[in-house]
T-cell receptor
Framework: AQSVAQPEDQVNVAEGNPLTVKCTYS??????LFWYVQYPNRGLQFLLK??????LVKGSYGFEAEFNKSQTSFHLKKPSALVSDSALYFC?????????FGAGTTVTVRA | NAGVTQTPKFQVLKTGQSMTLQCAQD?????MSWYRQDPGMGLRLIHY???????DQGEVPNGYNVSRSTTEDFPLRLLSAAPSQTSVYFC???????????????FGPGTRLTVL
């Protein structure tokens, strides 16, 4: 089975600083990886996905993710965080007919 | 497009009661699914459907039933509610989820269910 792990429950950064949310994966075959964001009391919103090709994937709201095959990682990044980026972030991997999600990382951006 | 809609937004049940969570999408998506979200556990798949008339179990199907009579609707039924089913439930859809499909799944706003 495919799986992902998010090693940090919480990430705190100051507004304007770089933001990184970590994700590692374990798959057999080619990984299809996703990042979703959940704002308070809202559903999940798609940010970006890695299928194949460039290791740097650009997504919504200024986010990007770097796929690293040797480190089996797919970290989410934003060069300059905003207070409005405060949310719960999920990494996910395609696993047959479903997505397997990580436990989530709560991001708090302080003004 | 309204996207994926879910009703109700909130629900409180007593142990043993039954109810149906509604999910609808207007994007003509083949694939629909139900997840539950519990703190520290991410989202776990309950049931899914790859088209009208076709459903299958996910990771945590016990205590839930589904049916898919139309492309648009995918209701989730709790047969006899238990406190362990207190959770937030999300419906999701995508064009297809064939085995190695890379289609993006779109999520509804969720239903927060409390079972007393």
């Amino acid at each position: 089975a495919q799986s992902v792990a998010q090693p940090e429950d919480q990430v705190n950064v100051a507004e304007g600083n770089p933001l990184t949310v970590k994700c590692t994966y374990s798959v057999s075959g080619n990984p299809y990886l996703f990042w979703y964001v959940q704002y308070p009391n809202r559903g999940l919103q798609f940010l970006l996905k890695y299928i194949t090709g460039d290791n740097l994937v650009k997504g919504s709201y200024g986010f990007e993710a770097e796929f690293n095959k040797s480190q089996t990682s797919f970290h989410l990044k934003k060069p300059s965080a905003l207070v409005s980026d405060s949310a719960l972030y999920f990494c996910a991997v395609r696993d047959g007919y479903k997505l397997s999600f990580g436990a989530g990382t709560t991001v708090t951006v302080r003004a | 497009n309204a996207g994926v809609t879910q009703t109700p937004k909130f629900q409180v049940l007593k142990t043993g009661q039954s109810m149906t969570l509604q999910c609808a999408q207007d994007m003509n998506h083949e694939y629909m699914s139900w997840y539950r979200q519990d703190p520290g556990m991410g989202l776990r798949l309950i049931h899914y459907s790859v088209g009208a008339g076709i459903t299958d179990q996910g990771e945590v199907p016990n205590g839930y039933n589904v049916s898919r009579s139309t492309t648009e609707d995918f209701p989730l039924r709790l047969l006899s509610a238990a406190p362990s089913q207190t959770s937030v439930y999300f419906c999701a859809s995508s064009y297809t989820q064939r085995r190695y499909s890379t289609d993006t799944q779109y999520f509804g706003p969720g239903t927060r269910l409390t079972v007393l």
